[in-house]
């Protein structure tokens, strides 16, 4: 049982709070994976948890065991780095090895552990080169490797895919996790790429600006963004944001955002009742705007009236660029839709699938 | 248009012979004052180690009727000492000459670097100011350094002296410290160089110059520390590396490209250390910290042997050129870990 938790944990770098009273719990064997912008207190939450930085205040568990004053080497973890930090002197087989030597496991059982993990990960003719004679991919896989013949309790990924380019990012996360499946381990992993972290994880934590967000799994996270930052987040392209207020037409609650006015559907109405007159955010995801000509059947759309201003091809799908008044939007349409550039047109919201935040403290109504 | 073709390739091949030339057109008057300075003098005392030439061939040179050409006498009178010398033997002194620059170098570049790491310590007090300082030393010439340190350890008048007499008066001795540091004979240690005996006079100057010559280990070596990433370290240390096991499998290992050619040329510079050696022992004593360099000095200014003395220098030459070759090869052949 390797789970790991963090309670109320805190790190200051001087004045500046890197990471701001994070609480959350991984269980064994999960897939955790640390999302948010660039400078947001992710690595250094990773760095707490290997025991690279020490903890201002609050509590981390690996397991039952606090181990805040634990040295990083008797954590039972390992640590794939961003840079992948391999020892540029040693030989591929001696980066694997090295942490099993300093742990004085007996010759045989390195070189069993080193082959195999060598194998698993397809480098085994690569043992005897030094890392400057391997490619950014190949070295990925040699930090990957040195990771796993430790055989830890719980791996930590910085960033692994961030300095590949884009087919081998898509190739090594399916491999991560054919990993992860394999060795059953925690795995908590950290990025800043939204995409990694939805194909990858069984669980994502967003966090902006040191603070943890929310937590959940991918698809809920994506169904049920629980406040504007991980509504925005989650997702490509993001989530249309429309200001606007809760506004009371009738016996229905209807959404006004100055240049267009959606109603509410009466099933979904009730939580919103007690918000009339508020200021809003209305949030739409831009698969759910449709081309009037390609709706889908048993949907609950609205029209809404948008001048046509960019239109981008996909093959599948086409993306469109839409202005309606002071608000610019993307919708992804069918791609057999006819709208072109400059067209003045309409377009469907499925106001079954929208999201309203408060727009003051930025938190989902629902 | 096929003609056309020829005539682009045949202007073509005008222009780069132009440009195999002109680099030689720019070198030519660098190559004239050489020719005066360098290689003049350079072929002069190679045709004057062949005579027997002595002051009273000064005023006409190779024209005095007094020289004799003698052929290669003088270079097998220098490496059979044959030479009219008081305590010289060619071997002994190269190979205290090597011994001289080899324990240098054994000394300064692991304190180097030992000082380097120490003062590389993060969050450490006031650093600027010790980088400004220990770049003194590199700085001052070596010639007053030899001086200050052959008064340091005077006999009489020496701080080293003085301060060892304080010393033991602490234990309740009241008799002055006398120690004749640059001047004592006997040696300490009888069979550390077998070859010849190290006196006192090595080790004073051993101590003089490990004040000149660990701070340019420490500058290389504090350059090259910084250029180590810190999330080896940090890797290392999840890998379960300890503070000292961290220092022999990553710091040292990554030091050595930068600290190989800084030891190699530390040992060319010990082995020809001629200010030095010349200010603070002169040689002495009985020519036991006699480097080449120096002798080659004491045959022309004293003995007034030219002849030898140039035949003396061109040995010291191929000395130098072999040492040059060796320390050469040395740094090729430690490659750099760093991305190629
Ligand atoms: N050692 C440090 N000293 C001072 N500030 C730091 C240090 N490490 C990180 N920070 C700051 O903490 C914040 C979070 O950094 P980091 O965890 O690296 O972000 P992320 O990995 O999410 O991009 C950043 O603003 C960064 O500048
Ligand atoms: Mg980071």
């Known amino acids: ?366 | 248009m096929a003609t056309t073709t020829l005539e682009i390739s045949k202007s073509a091949g005008m222009a780069r012979i132009k440009k195999a030339i002109l680099p030689y057109v720019y070198l030519l008057p660098a190559f004239v004052v050489m020719s005066v300075i360098t290689f003049y003098p350079l072929i002069y005392q190679v045709i004057i180690s062949f005579t027997d030439f002595q002051t009273k061939d000064l005023l006409k040179q190779l024209a005095s009727p007094n020289l004799n050409y003698i052929g290669v006498k003088n270079y097998v009178d220098i490496v059979t000492g044959g030479l009219p010398v008081q305590n010289f033997e060619f071997f002994r002194v190269l190979t205290y000459n090597i011994w001289w620059a080899v324990t240098n170098v054994l000394v300064h570049v692991p304190a180097g670097v030992l000082i380097a790491v120490l003062l590389n310590t993060q969050g450490l007090w006031g650093k600027k100011i010790y980088r400004a300082l220990y770049v003194l030393p590199v700085v001052i010439p070596p010639i007053v350094v030899g001086t200050v340190w052959k008064n340091i350890f005077d006999e009489q008048y020496g701080a080293m002296n003085q301060f060892l007499t304080a010393v033991v008066h602490l234990f309740g001795t009241a008799d002055p410290v006398r120690i004749r540091w640059l001047t004592e004979y006997t040696p300490p240690i009888p069979w550390l160089l077998p070859n010849g005996p190290l006196t006192l006079a090595y080790y004073a100057m051993m101590i003089a110059n490990f004040w000149l010559g660990w701070p340019f280990m420490t500058l290389v070596a504090t350059g090259a520390l910084q250029s180590i990433p810190k999330d080896l370290y940090e890797a290392a240390s999840i890998d379960g590396a300890s503070g000292s096991q961290q220092f022999w499998n990553i710091t040292v290992p990554l030091l050595r490209p930068a600290m190989i050619p800084a030891a190699m040329y530390g040992f060319t510079m010990s082995f020809n250390l001629f200010n030095f050696v010349f200010f603070m022992s002169g040689g002495g004593p009985a020519r036991s910290t006699e480097i080449l360099v120096t002798f080659a000095y004491d045959l022309v200014r004293n003995l007034r042997l030219y002849g030898a003395a140039a035949a003396f220098s061109v040995i010291v030459f191929f000395v130098a050129l072999i040492v040059f070759l060796v320390t050469n090869r040395i740094t090729r052949a430690t490659e750099a870990y760093t991305e190629a």
């Not at chain 1, 509590?59 to 780095?81: C, H, L, Q, S, T």
């Not at chain 1, 599948?316 to 006819?338: H, M």
Request: some cysteine; proline content about 5%; hydrophobic content about 40%.
């Open chain 1, 1 to 366: 049982m390797t789970s790991v938790t963090y309670e109320n944990v805190v790190k200051k770098f001087g004045e500046m709070t890197a990471v701001d009273n994070i609480n959350f719990h991984v269980d064994d064997k999960e897939f955790l994976v640390l999302v948010g912008p660039s400078g947001c207190g992710k690595t250094t939450a990773l760095r707490l948890l290997a025991g690279l930085e020490e903890i201002s205040s609050g509590e981390i568990k690996i397991g039952d065991r606090v181990v805040n004053d634990v040295a990083p080497k008797d954590r039972d973890i390992a640590m794939v780095f961003q840079s992948y930090a391999l020892y540029p002197h040693l030989s591929v087989y001696d980066n694997m090895a090295f942490g099993l030597k300093l742990r004085k496991v007996n010759k045989d059982e390195i070189k069993r552990r080193v082959t195999e993990a060598a194998d698993v990960l397809g480098i085994t003719d690569l043992l005897q080169r030094k890392p400057r004679q391997l490619s950014g991919g190949q070295r990925q896989r040699v930090a990957v490797g040195r990771a796993i013949v430790r055989e830890p309790k719980v791996f930590l990924f910085d960033e692994p895919l961030s300095n590949l380019d884009a087919k081998l990012r898509v190739q090594m996360r399916a491999e991560i996790s054919k990993l992860h499946q394999r060795l059953q381990t925690t795995f908590i992993y950290v990025t800043h790429d939204q995409t990694e972290a939805m194909t990858m994880a069984t669980r994502i934590a967003v966090i902006n600006k040191g603070k943890l967000q929310q937590i959940d799994t991918p698809q809920n996270l994506y169904d049920h963004p629980g406040n504007l930052f991980v509504a925005g987040f989650i997702g490509s392209p993001a989530m249309n944001f429309f200001p606007g207020k809760l506004r009371k037409d009738g016996d229905k609650i209807v959404v006004d955002t100055g240049d267009f006015v959606v109603p509410i559907p009466a099933a979904k109405a009730a939580p919103y009742k007690p918000h009339t007159d508020k200021d809003i955010i209305f949030g739409i995801r831009p698969e759910n705007i449709h081309d009037a000509d390609f709706v889908p059947p048993n949907i609950d759309a609205e029209k809404v009236a948008v001048k046509v201003d960019v239109t981008e091809l996909m093959g599948n799908e086409i993306f469109l660029y839409l202005v309606s008044g002071k608000n610019t939007f993307v919708a992804r349409v069918d791609p057999r839709s006819k709208l072109r550039v400059g067209q003045q047109a309409q377009v469907m919201f499925d106001m079954d699938n929208f999201h309203i935040f408060d727009a003051s403290t930025e938190e989902a109504i629902r």
